[in-house]
């Protein structure tokens, strides 16, 4: 009998992840697979679900929705903040990435949303945060 992923194990797993208008937004194709423990928490919750009863050499797509994802967008995690608070001499664009500390040994990443006059509004939902996502999964080995 071929053995079935399951929560428990480490699995190696080469992917494409993309959007539903075709948009690719990682691969693992062009180095090595990556390697979690199924059920671990490691990776997103759809991601290991659609991981879980494949074997070894099998292939297939799985769509995620955002609640299994990144979550839903949520407004109230866009920020307004003055540009005097901007490390000095950082010229803010529509975009950019900061890091941002939020707590003594914590960060977050918020993405640069807006940028008006003397205000700059900072985006800290995850960049795929809303977004069904699709991987075209294989399964490489199963430890």
Do not use: C, W
């Amino acid at each position: 009998m071929t053995r079935q992923a399951k929560a428990g194990d480490v699995v190696a797993v080469h992917y494409t992840g993309r959007l539903e208008d075709g948009t690719v937004f990682d691969t693992s194709r062009e180095g090595e697979p990556i390697e979690f423990e199924v059920g671990s928490g490691a990776v997103i919750e759809g991601f290991e679900r659609g991981v879980e009863g494949m074997q070894v050499g099998e292939q297939r797509e799985i769509r995620i929705a955002p609640e299994n994802a990144y979550g839903e967008r949520r407004d109230e995690l866009e920020l307004a903040v003055p540009r005097e608070q901007l490390p000095e001499g950082f010229d803010p664009e529509v975009g950019q990435m900061l890091a941002l500390q939020i707590a003594p040994g914590q960060q977050a990443i918020a993405r640069i949303a807006d940028v008006a006059g003397d205000s700059v509004t900072l985006d800290l939902n995850h960049p795929l945060a809303g977004q069904t996502l699709i991987f075209d999964i294989e399964l490489v080995g199963i430890k």
